[in-house]
Protein backbone atom coordinates (compact mmCIF):
# COMPACT_ATOMS: atom_id res chain seq x y z
CA UNK A 1 0.00 0.00 0.00
CA UNK A 2 1.45 3.72 -0.74
CA UNK A 3 2.45 6.33 1.65
CA UNK A 4 0.10 8.71 1.81
CA UNK A 5 1.36 12.50 0.50
CA UNK A 6 1.87 14.84 3.21
CA UNK A 7 -0.43 17.36 2.09
CA UNK A 8 -3.06 14.20 3.09
CA UNK A 9 -1.25 13.82 6.59
CA UNK A 10 -1.62 17.27 6.96
CA UNK A 11 -5.08 17.55 6.38
CA UNK A 12 -5.94 14.31 8.19
CA UNK A 13 -4.44 15.74 11.54
CA UNK A 14 -6.05 19.45 11.08
CA UNK A 15 -9.28 17.79 10.60
CA UNK A 16 -8.89 15.18 13.53
CA UNK A 17 -7.53 17.46 16.24
CA UNK A 18 -8.29 20.43 14.97
CA UNK A 19 -4.52 21.87 14.64
CA UNK A 20 -1.57 20.58 12.62
CA UNK A 21 2.19 21.05 14.93
CA UNK A 22 4.91 20.62 12.56
CA UNK A 23 8.40 20.08 14.93
CA UNK A 24 11.91 19.60 14.44
CA UNK A 25 12.91 17.59 11.76
CA UNK A 26 15.17 14.92 13.54
CA UNK A 27 17.47 14.45 10.75
CA UNK A 28 17.86 18.04 10.60
CA UNK A 29 18.55 18.23 14.72
CA UNK A 30 21.13 15.04 14.97
CA UNK A 31 22.86 16.57 11.47
CA UNK A 32 23.62 19.91 13.60
CA UNK A 33 24.58 17.95 16.92
CA UNK A 34 26.73 16.09 14.70
CA UNK A 35 28.77 19.30 13.35
CA UNK A 36 28.32 20.98 16.53
CA UNK A 37 30.27 17.72 18.18
CA UNK A 38 32.80 18.01 15.63
CA UNK A 39 33.47 21.54 16.14
CA UNK A 40 33.60 21.40 20.09
CA UNK A 41 36.01 18.29 19.98
CA UNK A 42 37.97 20.40 17.67
CA UNK A 43 38.12 23.02 19.70
CA UNK A 44 38.97 21.09 22.96
CA UNK A 45 42.34 20.05 21.02
CA UNK A 46 42.84 23.53 19.65
CA UNK A 47 42.58 24.90 23.16
CA UNK A 48 44.82 22.80 24.78
CA UNK A 49 47.55 23.39 21.94
CA UNK A 50 47.12 27.05 22.22
CA UNK A 51 49.19 26.54 25.82
CA UNK A 52 52.16 25.80 23.17
CA UNK A 53 54.52 29.11 22.53
CA UNK A 54 53.82 28.87 19.04
CA UNK A 55 50.81 28.77 16.50
CA UNK A 56 50.51 27.96 13.28
CA UNK A 57 48.08 29.13 10.67
CA UNK A 58 46.04 25.44 11.05
CA UNK A 59 45.95 26.45 14.74
CA UNK A 60 44.27 29.75 14.41
CA UNK A 61 41.74 28.29 11.81
CA UNK A 62 41.18 25.22 14.11
CA UNK A 63 40.47 28.30 16.94
CA UNK A 64 37.82 29.64 14.73
CA UNK A 65 36.46 26.93 13.57
CA UNK A 66 35.59 25.74 17.25
CA UNK A 67 34.35 29.19 18.19
CA UNK A 68 31.87 28.91 15.36
CA UNK A 69 30.79 25.84 16.66
CA UNK A 70 30.09 27.01 19.97
CA UNK A 71 28.11 29.58 18.56
CA UNK A 72 25.73 27.12 16.13
CA UNK A 73 25.59 24.95 19.48
CA UNK A 74 24.11 28.11 21.40
CA UNK A 75 21.57 29.72 18.50
CA UNK A 76 20.65 26.09 17.89
CA UNK A 77 20.04 25.41 21.74
CA UNK A 78 18.19 28.94 21.99
CA UNK A 79 16.19 28.10 18.94
CA UNK A 80 14.68 24.42 20.35
CA UNK A 81 14.76 25.89 24.03
CA UNK A 82 11.70 28.95 22.33
CA UNK A 83 10.14 26.85 20.48
CA UNK A 84 11.15 29.09 17.39
CA UNK A 85 11.20 26.68 14.81
CA UNK A 86 7.29 24.53 16.05
CA UNK A 87 4.66 25.27 12.76
CA UNK A 88 0.89 25.34 14.29
CA UNK A 89 -1.51 25.29 11.82
CA UNK A 90 -4.76 25.64 13.34
CA UNK A 91 -8.68 27.30 13.06
CA UNK A 92 -7.72 31.36 13.64
CA UNK A 93 -4.33 30.90 11.27
CA UNK A 94 -0.34 30.29 11.24
CA UNK A 95 2.05 30.30 13.83
CA UNK A 96 5.69 30.12 13.58
CA UNK A 97 7.38 30.13 16.97
CA UNK A 98 5.83 33.58 18.64
CA UNK A 99 4.58 34.91 15.80
CA UNK A 100 1.22 34.49 14.22
CA UNK A 101 -0.59 35.78 11.14
CA UNK A 102 -5.14 34.66 11.14
CA UNK A 103 -5.87 33.40 7.86
CA UNK A 104 -7.47 37.00 7.17
CA UNK A 105 -3.96 38.31 7.02
CA UNK A 106 -2.42 36.51 5.06
CA UNK A 107 -1.55 38.60 1.71
CA UNK A 108 0.75 35.73 -0.20
CA UNK A 109 3.16 32.99 0.12
CA UNK A 110 6.19 32.36 -1.11
CA UNK A 111 8.61 29.09 -1.64
CA UNK A 112 12.56 30.10 -1.87
CA UNK A 113 15.71 28.28 -0.56
CA UNK A 114 13.72 25.27 1.21
CA UNK A 115 11.49 27.92 3.48
CA UNK A 116 8.06 29.03 2.81
CA UNK A 117 7.32 32.60 3.90
CA UNK A 118 3.53 33.89 4.63
CA UNK A 119 3.31 38.00 4.25
CA UNK A 120 1.12 40.18 5.64
CA UNK A 121 2.16 43.96 4.70
CA UNK A 122 5.47 44.53 5.99
CA UNK A 123 4.91 41.32 8.44
CA UNK A 124 6.26 37.74 7.25
CA UNK A 125 6.37 34.34 9.15
CA UNK A 126 9.41 31.98 7.71
CA UNK A 127 9.06 28.35 7.71
CA UNK A 128 12.26 27.06 7.62
CA UNK A 129 13.49 23.55 6.06
CA UNK A 130 14.63 22.53 9.81
CA UNK A 131 10.70 21.64 10.04
CA UNK A 132 9.62 21.26 6.52
CA UNK A 133 10.50 18.48 3.96
CA UNK A 134 8.40 19.24 1.63
CA UNK A 135 8.27 22.81 1.57
CA UNK A 136 6.70 23.06 -2.30
CA UNK A 137 3.75 20.34 -1.12
CA UNK A 138 3.03 22.22 2.39
CA UNK A 139 2.90 25.45 0.19
CA UNK A 140 0.20 24.55 -1.69
CA UNK A 141 -1.58 23.09 0.33
CA UNK A 142 -1.36 25.66 2.97
CA UNK A 143 -2.50 27.91 0.03
CA UNK A 144 -5.75 25.32 -0.55
CA UNK A 145 -6.43 25.92 3.27
CA UNK A 146 -6.54 29.80 2.51
CA UNK A 147 -8.87 29.90 -0.15
CA UNK A 148 -10.98 27.28 2.17
CA UNK A 149 -11.28 29.78 5.20
CA UNK A 150 -11.49 33.32 3.42
Given at each position: MPKESPAVQWAAELQQTSRLVLGL???????LAFIALVGIVNGVNAVQELQADTWSAYDYVRAAIAVGAVY??????????GGRSRVIVDDAGVSVGQGRLAWSEIERMEVADGKVVLFSGERKLAVSDLVLRHPKQFAVW??????TRV
Open positions: RRDKVAWLVLSSLNTVRLDTELR
